[in-house]
């Protein structure tokens, strides 16, 4: 079964008496080329797990189950699953679950479908839960090797710039903070049905077992950034002095330390030059 083919799909849909979910951001994949590419490029192998977030009808699933010891699909519209019962009948080391990967316990899934086996994280996700999932799979500290995802370009752009350059934002800093990312190809909007206004990017963000960067304190590191992102086109100075209370004067001089001017835009800090100013702020603040 073609499961890109138009054709294919609609009869999937009318004899299982399925029709999209808008509010889901659920779109289609159409080009036969992507998921396998996915796939290979998301690391899976023989003696890999997966984890996948959000199945359509099955046509990554698929390719993952071709190539991975075990994969666990976590999909949120338990209408898809007579379909995903059909599409998926040769696979015998799939597992669906219905839920919403925003809710579900991870680290229990982990535990109980894993059980310390390897693991790469492969998605197609919707637009607009991107940020939160991505975030979530890092910040958990989740025992993942990788995370591959087809995510909207404008996104795949902003996490994959370089930080210190005029595309990164708050949470191109957090994607480094925790991985290394890397854009693997362009996705046109014509893949999809219906097809989106946009087009999409495949990402990997490379996993390591321990950041490359040491913060004294990981709460003030995110809230600095955050709060230096949040009227981006200003001078930095002026939320973060607002929102941890700090002088400006004594935050201009901070900012001098670390390498960068007291007038600097977040956008105009490194890693290494966030990470200093974390630093410098935790030891002021913890000596005032």
Same mark, same amino acid.
């Given at each position: 079964?073609?499961?890109?083919?138009?054709?294919? @799909?609609?009869?999937?849909?009318?004899?299982?008496?399925?029709?999209?979910?808008?509010?889901?951001?659920?779109?289609?994949?159409?080009?036969?080329?992507?998921?396998?590419?996915?796939?290979?490029?998301?690391?899976?192998?023989?003696?890999?797990?997966?984890?996948?977030?959000?199945?359509?009808?099955?046509?990554?699933?698929?390719?993952?189950?071709?190539?991975?010891?075990?994969?666990?699909?976590?999909?949120? =519209?338990?209408?898809?699953?007579? @379909?995903?019962?059909?599409?998926?009948?040769?696979?015998?080391?799939?597992?669906?679950?219905?839920?919403?990967?925003?809710?579900?316990?991870?680290?229990?899934?982990?535990?109980?479908?894993?059980?310390?086996?390897?693991?790469?994280?492969?998605?197609?996700?919707?637009?607009?839960?991107?940020?939160?999932?991505?975030?979530?799979?890092?910040?958990?500290?989740?025992?993942? $090797?990788?995370?591959?995802?087809?995510?909207?370009?404008?996104?795949?752009?902003? @996490?994959?710039?370089?930080?210190?350059?005029?595309?990164?934002?708050?949470?191109?800093?957090?994607?480094?903070?925790?991985?290394?990312?890397?854009?693997?190809?362009?996705?046109? $909007?014509?893949?999809?049905?219906?097809?989106?206004?946009?087009?999409?990017?495949?990402?990997?963000?490379?996993?390591?077992?321990?950041?490359?960067?040491?913060?004294?304190?990981?709460?003030?590191?995110?809230?600095?950034?955050?709060?230096?992102?949040?009227?981006?086109?200003?001078?930095?100075?002026?939320?973060?002095?607002?929102?941890?209370?700090?002088?400006?004067?004594?935050?201009?001089?901070?900012?001098?330390?670390?390498?960068?001017?007291?007038?600097?835009?977040?956008?105009?800090? =490194?890693?290494?030059?966030?990470?200093?100013?974390?630093?410098?702020?935790?030891? =002021?603040?913890?000596?005032?």
């Amino acid at each position: 079964m073609q499961l890109t083919d138009l054709g294919t @799909i609609r009869d999937l849909f009318s004899r299982h008496g399925f029709s999209f979910t808008k509010s889901l951001g659920q779109n289609f994949l159409i080009n036969p080329s992507v998921c396998p590419k996915i796939a290979e490029m998301g690391g899976c192998g023989e003696k890999v797990c997966a984890l996948e977030i959000g199945t359509g009808i099955g046509v990554l699933t698929k390719e993952l189950a071709l190539r991975t010891k075990k994969t666990v699909a976590v999909e949120i =519209d338990k209408g898809l699953e007579p @379909i995903l019962e059909e599409t998926l009948s040769d696979f015998h080391n799939v597992e669906i679950i219905f839920g919403d990967i925003t809710e579900i316990n991870l680290k229990k899934l982990f535990e109980e479908k894993f059980q310390g086996e390897e693991v790469v994280v492969c998605a197609n996700l919707p637009y607009y839960i991107t940020s939160p999932v991505i975030m979530r799979l890092l910040e958990e500290r989740l025992p993942i $090797r990788s995370v591959t995802v087809m995510v909207q370009k404008e996104a795949a752009d902003r @996490i994959c710039a370089k930080v210190g350059s005029r595309e990164s934002g708050a949470l191109t800093v957090a994607v480094n903070y925790y991985s290394t990312p890397k854009k693997l190809f362009g996705v046109s $909007r014509g893949s999809f049905a219906p097809s989106p206004n946009v087009d999409s990017s495949v990402i990997r963000l490379d996993i390591a077992d321990e950041t490359r960067y040491h913060v004294r304190d990981e709460k003030l590191f995110f809230r600095i950034v955050k709060a230096a992102f949040s009227q981006r086109r200003k001078q930095m100075v002026n939320p973060i002095s607002s929102d941890l209370k700090i002088s400006k004067e004594k935050l201009s001089d901070i900012l001098r330390s670390v390498g960068a001017s007291p007038t600097a835009r977040a956008e105009e800090l =490194d890693m290494n030059q966030f990470v200093a100013l974390c630093n410098a702020v935790y030891t =002021d603040l913890n000596q005032s």
